[in-house]
């Protein structure tokens, strides 16, 4: 098993309490946000959003999926007023088509993708247990929708692999149900999100392989104000604050501590 400390014992709890006086210039005025999250910050979103509601009195609706669905959605109309992408490419496009506010798109994080197993020992440190083989099913998102899917395959492709193991591959519609399939044992390995292994700075359970980030295209994931809440003040602020609080310190400590970098 693959035994990593991201930091050190203790941070995420830490990160959590210094998010509660993180947001500066908080509105008076409560408003509802319906937030597009990327299903790889799932977690890390929960608490964020808690303490953000606390302190400025705004509301969010959050719906979890992935990128691309997302970008489909948007474009059909759906009523988001943020996107947190899982990848960078998506909020420039909406961006260019003005569907999103120009000049508020900025990276909150960068992920990492973890080859992952539920059982310890079985994935070793430099992932060769994809070339030893022994195991049966392999989990990945859509890399149609999902950045990380994408990842996963460039990944393969890199090591070669992406043949030989074609018939093997398990796929999810997002990152999350990449991640259900591996962690239920319906699939024996899976490319999932760093973020979605960790517990308090440390791999929870299994063993993993962090992936050099040599192998595939950086998971630069960058956030954005959509265009819904340009035309609306109330909207347009509350928006805008969430982002500001997303680039504050205490959230960067706690996305470290969920394995990503800031």
């Known amino acids: 098993m693959t035994s990593f400390i991201i930091r050190t014992h203790g941070l995420w709890r830490m990160a959590c309490l210094a998010l509660a006086g993180g947001l500066a210039h908080a509105s008076t005025s409560a408003t509802e946000l319906h937030v597009a999250v990327a299903a790889n910050f799932a977690a890390p979103m929960q608490s964020i959003s808690q303490a953000f509601e606390q302190q400025s009195g705004h509301r969010l609706r959050l719906s979890v999926g992935s990128t691309g669905a997302f970008y489909a959605q948007i474009r059909n109309g759906a009523p988001f007023h943020v996107l947190l992408s899982a990848d960078s490419d998506t909020p420039a496009r909406l961006e260019q088509e003005g569907l999103a506010v120009a000049g508020t798109r900025f990276t909150y994080a960068t992920g990492r993708l973890v080859l992952w197993s539920r059982t310890p020992h079985l994935v070793?440190?430099?992932?060769?247990?994809?070339?030893?083989?022994?195991?049966?099913?392999?989990?990945?998102?859509?890399?149609?929708?999902?950045?990380?899917?994408?990842?996963?395959?460039?990944?393969?492709?890199?090591?070669?692999?992406?043949?030989?193991?074609?018939?093997?591959?398990?796929?999810?519609?997002?990152?999350?149900?990449?991640?259900?399939?591996?962690?239920?044992?319906?699939?024996?390995?899976?490319?999932?999100?760093?973020?979605?292994?960790?517990?308090?700075?440390?791999?929870?359970?299994?063993?993993?392989?962090?992936?050099?980030?040599?192998?595939?295209?950086?998971?630069?994931?960058?956030?954005?104000?959509?265009?819904?809440?340009?035309?609306?003040?109330?909207?347009?602020?509350?928006?805008?604050?969430?982002?500001?609080?997303?680039?504050?310190?205490?959230?960067?400590?706690?996305?470290?501590?969920?394995?990503?970098?800031?």
């Not at 049966?136 to 950045?147: S, Y």
């Not at 390995?189 to 950086?218: E, K």
């Not at 630069?220 to 609306?232: F, G, R, S, Y």
């Not at 997303?246 to 470290?256: E, G, I, K, M, T």
């Open 124 to 262: 070793d440190d430099q992932g060769q247990v994809l070339k030893r083989g022994g195991w049966e099913r392999l989990a990945i998102a859509n890399p149609k929708t999902a950045p990380y899917g994408a990842a996963a395959l460039q990944v393969l492709e890199r090591l070669g692999l992406s043949q030989t193991l074609a018939s093997q591959l398990v796929t999810g519609e997002n990152i999350a149900q990449a991640f259900q399939f591996a962690s239920t044992g319906n699939a024996t390995l899976g490319f999932v999100a760093l973020s979605q292994v960790m517990l308090d700075g440390s791999l929870a359970r299994g063993s993993a392989w962090v992936v050099p980030q040599t192998l595939h295209a950086p998971l630069t994931q960058d956030a954005v104000v959509l265009a819904i809440a340009k035309a609306n003040r109330p909207e347009r602020e509350a928006a805008l604050a969430l982002l500001r609080f997303l680039q504050s310190n205490s959230v960067r400590a706690l996305l470290r501590a969920h394995g990503y970098t800031t």
